[in-house]
């Protein structure tokens, strides 16, 4: 899958001060799953390397991109500019990986200083650059650097790359209320065990399809992403598994639906792995073939969690 990435993670020395930053990327854990297309913003808008430090000043959703020796220096219309311009040459992008802290590509995680004496202000700043570009890409799952550290979170990643390569096919195809209705079936228990609360929002979204697809298709897009964003919780992923079984539960004798759902109950717990639940309910599938379960993305999502 084509992903997007701050350039200095792939290793490129494009720092403001010439270095790289790929030992701040997992690098062997991602091996073989995305091919990357390199970005740097601030060499991209002309800044060259080595270059003079920038940071974020400013309030609220102000934010300006400055020179940290040199106020003057404001390069905040250029990166913004840049950043429309990435959206639209990274059409192949089903994914961006930013790096933390930095003020051009930080996602949630920027520094932002005072206008006047340059005090910090907050921690949670998003950078000029990754700003613009996710503005005129709604819904495209971003993630930053460090976190892909962590497999839970680098699994998740993966999925929304996954689901959001799915909805580009969908686009080429063009989007029907059918189209979008079978993409719904297929992501919704995926979507359940995330969060039920964007389970629910993205269901009455779709209950009116008679005018305005496309423009309810992108606000599905972004409840879908939005929830896919949340951790997916023990208790959500027993409340899939639950509500699947339930589609097999008149095929399958008692003793082997009593097993299926103690090993779910055992798996709200912690007790059991969701693995060895979900290997449970395939299992069954096996035995009781459902086309409709089949075709869940949440058994594929379940093999990178
Ligand atoms: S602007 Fe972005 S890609 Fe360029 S060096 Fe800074 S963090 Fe890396």
Redesign the pocket.
């Known amino acids: 899958m084509p992903v997007a990435i701050?350039?200095?993670l792939r290793g490129e020395a494009?720092?403001y001060d010439g270095s790289d930053?790929a030992a701040a990327f997992p690098h062997s854990q991602l091996a073989g799953v995305f091919e990357y297309m390199a970005v740097?913003?601030?060499?991209g808008i002309g800044m060259g390397v080595p270059r003079p430090p920038i940071r974020l000043v400013g309030t609220g959703s102000k934010l300006r991109s400055v020179g940290v020796d040199d106020a003057g220096l404001d390069v905040t219309e250029a990166l913004n500019a840049f950043g429309r311009f990435q959206a639209t040459q990274l059409k192949r992008a089903c994914g961006y990986v930013f790096?933390a802290r930095?003020p051009?590509?930080g996602l949630d995680s920027v520094k932002v200083r005072a206008e006047v004496r340059g005090e910090p202000q907050r921690s949670d700043g998003r950078g000029v650059y990754a700003a613009s570009v996710l503005a005129a890409r709604p819904g495209l799952p971003a993630e930053e650097n460090e976190r892909l550290f962590d497999s839970a979170l680098r699994g998740a990643f993966i999925n929304r790359t996954l689901t959001y390569a799915h909805w580009r096919r969908l686009e080429r195809v063009g989007l029907t209320a059918q189209r979008l209705i079978e993409f719904h079936a297929r992501y919704k228990y995926l979507l359940m065990a995330h969060s039920l609360n964007h389970y629910r929002a993205a269901g009455q979204l779709l209950s009116d399809l008679r005018t305005g697809v496309a423009a309810i298709g992108e606000r599905y897009l972004v409840c879908l992403m939005a929830g896919l964003t949340r951790p997916a919780s023990r208790a959500g992923h027993a409340n899939a598994l639950s509500h699947m079984q339930g589609y097999l539960k008149r095929r399958m004798d008692r003793s082997e639906r009593a097993s299926l759902t103690g090993v779910i109950e055992r798996c709200r717990t912690g007790a059991a792995p969701v693995a060895e639940a979900c290997a449970m309910l395939r299992s069954a599938l096996d035995r009781h073939p459902n086309a409709y379960l089949r075709e869940q993305a949440y058994f594929e999502a379940v093999r990178w969690a």
């Open positions: 701050s350039a200095c494009v720092r930053a740097c913003p601030e060499v790096m930095s051009s590509c």
